[in-house]
């Protein structure tokens, strides 16, 4: 049985990863602030940018859902996995040796470890086989198609021999047990036993953000193999197919840089494209491209409500490509970015594209986009009789929705003028189709929006208002804070002590957790500061004080920990943050001194002598103090 990993060890662990390089595997960060990067968020889907992430602190928080936490957390929900996966995981990545509780052994990581250890070793096998003599169909294929050694290796290309279970033995050889090669979709079980899924065919690996080998995606070579012309690996514990997108490993960074995405729609496609120079392509495996692709791509894309993005899809003219353009188009406003289309001439496909016309042909084919508005309009007017009145009717009343549906209503004028002018119909009366249509719209999705949802009912009894009474308690967040000039320096001083402890300094951390707070939620938070004050140099300081805090506080905690500071010159950061925790300190010793003040004049000398140059000195010593502050 696996011991437990030492906390020493995982604190060590967690101080030597930088968070932003983890989470940027999977989201595009951009710089907001100091030592602070936002992006799209990958729990929740959203327009625009409320995840943040600060690798100095080691902690992230996203200010739309609430989701929030350190890597190990981060790794727990994206990926799926266990925290001592993601602990090892982390430790494997920065070549650091583990020790476990009573001298245990470690894990033998989480099934999700083991498959996708198996198909890596899966994508070597594959690989040293398209080298032998049997896989010389499959070069033969890559030839034909313009693709020679290099090209193979760049993306990983192999081959499954024919044999029953070649690579099954392979693997089982190498430690993997039946079960496993199973679960990871690389063999099947069958009356005879187990066989391997894929079998004469090429091997294209498919590859998540990170570089880690998913599954497979096979072509059929031989006259003989009645299966499907693609095959893929079927769903498992690591390959999900609705939302990976083939190729987004080796594009992604360019993706984020150029903010421009190609859609195509197959592997030796994005060979082609990347090829050529398009190093923005990517293809869905095995399935259209849907919701959870979209959400994908979003965050790599980083596209927010600046909607400075291009989408482009590149599909076939013939009828399967105009259902999957329509497919697209239905889901077109969840993007941002601007989307596009682009059809090859002739009807070719990227690869034929650049086996026939070369390389900038395959170029051209993207820049020649034409945008997917223009293009659905087209494909909507296309099936109507525009020669009679009744033709031009109807497909005005096809095209009107899908004017009405342009998001920028800088650009809505201009595609209903140039409706009008393919219907030949005047453009008032067009104008007048496309509001209707609008309205029409807006007036579904405000009855929608106004239907009463009831709690759902109780076992043999019907739905009721009065299940809606009892809710959990309300968490307390930034934005639920009154926005009054003592508050806010309160919550400045907060985030200086959570995300700059070793900035701001032992000594003034004590001092700023002394004073009073007008705010209840902030005192919490204070409160905790200063119970674990020999805590402030921890990497995980900001858990520690989230784990102490009550748990409506805990969301505000998590805030605090990540949400900007002012911006500042670097040399000018550590002044900024002991400012702002000394004017809290300052701001209690005005307090201080007005009440003793008070006191003071209410105080008869005469009658109270003692108790008079008690709080005369008392007046003093705080006004010393004021000055040795500014000091």
């Known amino acids: 049985m696996a011991g437990l990993i030492l906390r020493r060890d995982i604190d060590e662990v967690r101080s030597r990863i930088n968070l932003g390089d983890v989470v940027g595997e999977y989201v595009t960060l951009k710089s907001a602030g100091v030592g602070s990067m936002k992006g799209l968020c990958p729990f929740h889907d959203e327009r625009s940018p409320s995840f943040h992430v600060r690798p100095q602190v080691g902690y992230y928080h996203c200010f739309g859902c609430g989701e929030g936490g350190d890597v190990f957390t981060f790794l727990q929900k994206m990926d799926h996995v266990s925290f001592s996966e993601a602990v090892e995981r982390m430790a494997a990545r920065i070549g650091f040796e583990l020790h476990y509780e009573d001298g245990g052994a470690p894990s033998d990581y989480s099934s999700r470890a083991r498959l996708l250890a198996a198909n890596d070793a899966a994508r070597e096998f594959f690989i040293e086989q398209l080298m032998t003599p049997e896989a010389d169909v499959g070069r033969r294929f890559l030839g034909e198609r313009g693709f020679d050694a290099s090209a193979a290796q760049r993306f990983g290309v192999g081959f499954a021999p024919k044999g029953w279970d070649i690579l099954g033995k392979h ?33 294209w690996p498919i590859r998540d953000q990170t570089g880690q080998t998913v599954g497979f995606g096979a072509r059929r070579l031989l006259d003989d193999d009645k299966g499907p012309k693609y095959l893929n690996t079927p769903e498992t514990l690591v390959y999900h197919k ?161 004017v009405a549906d342009i998001r920028d209503p800088s650009i809505r004028p201009g595609y209903a003028r140039e409706l009008a002018r393919l219907l030949g119909m005047d453009l008032g009366e067009v104008g007048r189709a496309v509001d209707a249509a609008g309205r029409s719209s807006e007036h579904a999705a405000s ?84 119970m674990r004050l020999n805590s402030f140099d921890k990497p995980e300081w900001a858990a520690i004080i989230q784990e102490t805090v009550p748990d409506p506080v805990k969301t505000l905690v998590a805030q605090l920990a990540v949400a900007p ?25 005005v307090r201080r001194k007005e009440e003793l003040l008070g006191q003071f004049q209410r105080t008869d000398a005469a009658t109270q002598p003692e108790e008079h140059r008690s709080l005369q000195r008392q007046l003093m010593q705080v006004e010393a103090d004021r000055r040795a502050l500014r000091e």
């Open 171 to 203: 693997l089982r050889s190498k430690g993997f047990t039946a079960e496993e090669l199973t679960a990871a979709g690389l063999t099947s079980a069958g009356e005879k036993g187990s066989y391997d899924r894929f079998r004469g065919r090429l091997i």
């Open 242 to 402: 609705s939302q990976v997108l083939y190729g987004l490993d080796l594009a992604k960074r360019d993706i984020a840089r150029s903010h421009q995405v190609v859609i195509v729609e197959g592997y030796t496609d994005v060979m082609a494209c990347h090829l050529a120079g398009v190093t923005t392509a990517v293809a869905t495996c095995g399935t259209s491209f849907g919701v959870d692709h979209i959400k994908v791509m979003r965050r790599v894309l980083s596209d927010d409500t600046a909607g400075l993005g291009e989408v482009i899809f590149t599909f076939d003219p013939d009828a399967a490509g105009q259902k999957a353009v329509l497919r697209a188009f239905s889901e077109e406003h969840r993007f941002a970015a601007q989307t596009y289309v682009a059809v090859a001439p002739d009807g070719l496909d990227p690869c034929d594209l650049r086996l026939g016309r070369g390389d900038d042909a395959v170029r051209r084919l993207v820049t020649g986009k034409k945008p997917m508005f223009e293009f659905v309009i087209k494909q909507r007017l296309s099936t109507f009789d525009l020669n009679t009145v009744e033709g031009r009717v109807a497909a005005l009343r096809a095209a009107a929705p899908v």
């Open 447 to 530: 009855r929608e929006l106004e239907s009463p949802r009831l709690a759902p009912a109780a076992e043999g009894g019907p739905a009721s208002i009065t299940s809606l009474e009892v809710a959990p308690p309300v968490a307390i967040s930034l934005t639920s804070l009154p926005s009054t000039t003592a508050t806010r320096l309160e919550r400045d001083a907060l985030m200086a002590m959570l995300q700059f402890p070793n900035s701001v300094g032992k000594d003034l951390l004590a001092r700023g957790t002394a004073v009073a707070f007008s705010n209840g939620a902030l005192a919490a938070v204070r409160d905790a500061v200063a």
């Open 565 to 589: 500071v002012p911006e500042r010159p670097e040399r000018e950061l550590d002044v900024y943050l002991q400012q702002v925790v000394l004017s809290l300190v300052e701001r209690d010793l």
